[in-house]
């Protein structure tokens, strides 16, 4: 079994930061891709950014945190980050970790998901 434990979260004000962690553990499990889904009250799970296994690796962001959140994933690319900056209250959400074999473009691609972490900016 395949466990993402997520960490960091919290409320910060509007053009402010906060970064998001999560580190994949269990039975050994090399996703290609990992990174952040986010869901607002009455809205889908959509994707925030995402970034595949490897020295090629691809990151890819929604166009609304372009600019403004950078995703990583460390050397052993089992743990990924979500640094987001200049935080608007439209980024109020609860942020989910995300983990899968293959290459991720929406919520049906993924194999894994982390329990979920609050996130919400005041204007």
């Known amino acids: 079994q395949v466990q993402l434990i997520q960490s960091g979260g919290g409320l910060v004000q509007a053009g402010g930061s906060l970064r998001l962690s999560c580190a994949a553990s269990?039975?050994?499990?090399?996703?290609?891709?990992m990174g952040w889904f986010r869901q607002a009250p009455g809205k889908e799970r959509e994707p925030v950014a995402l970034?595949?296994?490897?020295?090629?690796?691809?990151?890819s962001y929604a166009e609304s945190v372009k600019g403004r959140f950078t995703i990583s994933r460390d050397g052993a690319e089992s743990t990924v980050y979500l640094q987001m900056n200049n935080l608007k209250s439209e980024d109020t959400a609860v942020y989910y970790c995300a983990a899968a074999a293959r290459l991720v473009r929406e919520k049906k691609d993924v194999d894994y998901w982390g329990q979920g972490t609050q996130v919400t900016v005041s204007s």
């Open positions: 970034i595949t296994r490897g020295p090629g690796s691809m990151p």
């Open positions: 269990g039975r050994t499990f090399r996703a290609f891709t």
